[in-house]
C-alpha cells in the first residue's frame, strides 16, 4: 500500500492529537498533580483589594512599623512600641503556597508589644505572612515572605 503526503499529514495529526489527549489524561487523573485554587473564595477576595491597600498606606505611614523577622522560637511580629499593646487587634494569615493545607490564622491578643508564632506550627519552607490589625479605629495590614 502507496500512502502519498496527504495521507502522512492526517496520520500526524492523529497520532499527535493522540499523545496531547493521553497526557492531558494523565495529568488531570493523577492525584499527584493537583490543581486546588491558591484561595478558596478568589473573586470575593479581589473586591477588597483597594481596601488592602489603603491599609498598607497606613501601615507605611507609621514612624515605627511592624517587624516580622525569624527567631528561634518561631516568628515573632513586633508591633511599635509607642501603641498601647491592649488595644491591638486582628489577625495573623499564615499562607504555605505549597501547600493549602498548612495554611492558618492566629488571633491578635498581646500583652506585650509583640507575637509569636511558634516553631511547632510552621515547618521548612516558604511562608506568606499577612498582619491585618486594627489600633483605635484605624486598619493597618503588613505583609512579609520568609523563607522558615
Excluded: H
Amino acid at each position: 500500500m502507496k500512502i502519498n503526503w496527504g495521507t502522512g499529514i492526517v496520520i500526524a495529526f492523529g497520532l499527535f492529537m493522540a499523545f496531547i489527549l493521553s497526557f492531558v489524561y494523565k495529568v488531570q487523573s493523577n492525584q499527584k498533580y493537583d490543581n486546588e485554587l491558591v484561595t478558596e473564595e478568589y473573586y470575593k477576595k479581589e473586591a477588597s483589594v483597594q481596601s488592602d491597600i489603603e491599609k498598607k498606606q497606613n501601615a507605611n505611614a507609621l514612624v515605627n512599623l511592624v517587624v516580622i523577622k525569624e527567631v528561634e522560637q518561631g516568628i515573632q511580629v513586633v508591633f511599635p512600641k509607642d501603641f498601647d499593646c491592649t488595644k491591638i487587634s486582628g489577625k495573623v494569615s499564615i499562607y504555605r503556597p505549597s501547600s493549602q493545607k498548612l495554611d492558618f490564622e492566629i488571633p491578635i491578643s498581646l500583652s506585650s508589644s509583640y507575637l509569636l508564632i511558634p516553631k511547632s506550627n510552621l515547618t521548612g519552607g516558604l511562608w506568606d505572612i499577612t498582619v491585618d490589625w486594627t489600633y483605635t479605629g484605624v486598619d493597618y495590614m503588613n505583609k512579609e515572605t520568609i523563607y522558615f
